[in-house]
């Protein structure tokens, strides 16, 4: 799986939007992109994945650049419950993709 | 919605002790995993399933078995309790089609602390 690269940290204003980068400059042809968050001492929480389109549910929305070598994620509206670690992880869809590897990720800080 | 749950939050075991841990999934998913975290470490894959009865090793499966004796339920088994043991343990489950294994959702962890 592609190696990703995050910031260790970010700060937002509650309310404002988060925009939380990631490169993937190996990513491959099929390898999509996954962004989960762990909220302290719990378990990681799936938010959204895409492959080239920009994808958008109703917790986030995912913008991943022409060429494929980094996307955003974007908290539209952040809250101080979105205070976690981000973290921004490349798989691909067949063979050996069944495990996920999880770098450090992003602790992004929501402030009142 | 996904519901993967874990028979507990907090652990406390004596080093020796044999341990289940248990995670249920209500979504009919094929492939279940156990993982454990520590810091600086991320995500270490102990097993995972790939259907009823089928198992296969992670990265660390040493001192570690499984169960799966249920689609719905895969268990983890510390044969024999070690310190170096504790650790936050995570399961995940996903579904299985013909393009691959999809997305992993997690339970809540249970944290082991084993004395």
């Known amino acids: 799986d592609a190696k990703t690269t995050q910031p260790t940290s970010m700060d937002c204003a509650e309310g404002r939007a988060a925009n939380l980068p990631c490169n993937h400059s190996t990513i491959s042809g099929n390898e999509y992109v996954y962004w989960y968050r762990q909220i302290h001492s719990q378990g990681p929480q799936y938010i959204i994945h895409?492959?080239?389109n920009n994808e958008t549910n109703e917790m986030a929305s995912l913008i991943i650049t022409e060429d494929r070598k980094s996307s955003t994620l974007i908290l539209p509206h952040a809250t101080l419950r979105d205070t976690a670690v981000y973290y921004c992880?490349?798989?691909?869809?067949?063979?050996?993709?069944?495990?996920?590897?999880f770098g450090k990720g992003t602790l992004l800080t929501v402030n009142p | 919605d996904v519901k993967v749950t874990q028979s507990s939050r907090y652990l406390v075991k004596r080093t020796g002790e044999k341990v289940f841990l248990e995670c249920v999934q209500d979504?009919?998913?094929?492939?279940m995993f156990w993982y454990r975290q520590d810091p600086g470490l991320g995500l270490r894959l102990i097993y995972f399933?790939?259907?009823?009865?089928?198992?296969e090793k992670g990265d660390i499966p040493e001192g570690y078995s499984v169960s799966r004796e249920k689609k719905e339920r895969f268990s983890l088994i510390l044969e024999s309790a070690s310190t170096n043991q504790t650790s936050m343990y995570l399961c995940?489950?996903?579904?299985?089609?013909?393009?691959?294994?999809?997305?992993?959702?997690f339970g809540p962890g249970t944290r082991l602390l084993v004395l």
């Open positions: 895409g492959l080239k």
């Open positions: 995940a489950s996903s579904l299985q089609t013909q393009r691959g294994a999809k997305t992993q959702y």
């Open positions: 992880i490349v798989r691909g869809s067949g063979g050996s993709n069944y495990k996920l590897t």
């Open positions: 979504m009919d998913h094929e492939n």
């Open positions: 399933s790939y259907d009823v009865k089928m198992k």
